[in-house]
């Protein structure tokens, strides 16, 4: 299911053109979001989605949460992360697994600056741990705006799931993220030389995610090695701090995500989180033998969950 779900033709009727518009995270450092708005924005809910690892605001998991989110009503915004959807250039920074700032920084903005009243923000695998990570470190402050969280196989226990990637089994997956790794941080060396070396030798000794991580992720933004970044950059350590609706799906047969990880105390002894984990489905993949709605079956759920906690909907459906 991982590759096939990446791999149907899938159309978006409800895909309108989007405004884009740069979120400043910190200082010097911007994300791209294409922002699909209702008419009169401020009276709808509002969805924020953000892609894993490598992939972007044109991922089809993306594209097809949005059409749905769209359809039913909602503001939506295809979040790119750093670097991500040729956007190396507004950052002098890497991306890396610990950034849940930027997404505080995105949800703060709107709610404050443009006074949405109710936002829910998805993110998938990489994403779903940025997503948790900032709702565990907003703790019992969340902004009120923040109706709920949903992370779709969310790597969370970096510590966990990083042997899994590079394992034997998982070459292909493997080749693929450390190609693209090494790709994207050429890209970066050729816009910043001065904060980038491209050293060959080094490049091609690096043959897994760890490696990478290793040299490139840790010195790049002062871990000690991999092991301190993925100890440090892991929602695992807060999840146990949510305070707003959360749900996470996951698949039992996850080739890349150990289903140990959701079985943690910090997690399951959560009230606010809402575990959903069929034993199939693969990576991000959830492809359902059933047609419509359903065919899809992670977006189904994420639009299930974001319309049972949107008071705003509530209210139009009893008026």
Not at 205 to 214: A, E, H, Q, S, Y
């Amino acid at each position: 299911m991982t590759l096939v779900a990446s791999r149907l033709p899938r159309r978006f009727p409800y895909l309108t053109p989007p405004s884009d518009r740069l979120f400043e995270v910190e200082p010097g450092s911007r994300i791209l979001g294409h922002c699909h708005w209702q008419q009169q924005p401020r009276r709808h809910s509002t969805l924020i989605l953000v892609h894993g690892l490598e992939g972007s605001t044109e991922s089809l998991y993306v594209l097809g949460c949005a059409n749905k989110a769209l359809a039913a009503g909602f503001n939506v915004i295809r979040l790119n992360q750093r670097n991500c959807g040729s956007t190396e250039h507004l950052t002098p920074t890497l991306y890396n697994s610990g950034l849940s700032g930027d997404f505080r920084a995105v949800v703060l903005e709107l709610a404050e600056r443009d006074l949405l009243p109710e936002i829910f923000i998805s993110g998938w695998s990489m994403g779903g741990n940025l997503v948790l990570k900032m709702a565990g470190e907003f703790g019992d402050a969340p902004p009120p705006a923040l109706r709920g969280v949903v992370g779709v196989c969310p790597s969370f226990d970096l510590e966990t799931s990083a042997p899994v990637c590079d394992a034997k089994e998982n070459r292909f997956y493997r080749w693929h993220f450390v190609r693209n790794l090494k790709k994207r941080y050429g890209i970066k060396a050729r816009l910043f030389p001065e904060r980038y070396r491209l050293n060959g030798d080094v490049l091609d000794r690096i043959r897994t995610i760890r490696d990478f991580d290793d040299v490139i992720t840790a010195p790049n933004f002062g871990y000690r090695d991999a092991a301190d970044y993925y100890h440090h950059a892991s929602a695992i350590r807060v999840v146990a701090d949510i305070r707003v609706p959360t749900l996470v799906l996951t698949a039992q047969d996850d080739p890349l995500i150990p289903f140990e990880s959701f079985q943690k105390p910090q997690l399951t002894g959560n009230p606010r989180i809402t575990l959903v984990a069929p034993e199939s489905g693969g990576h991000c993949g959830f492809v359902s033998c059933h047609d419509g709605g359903e065919r899809f079956w992670a977006e189904a759920r994420i639009m299930e969950f974001c319309r049972e906690h949107s008071e705003l909907l509530k209210r139009k459906q009893g008026s």
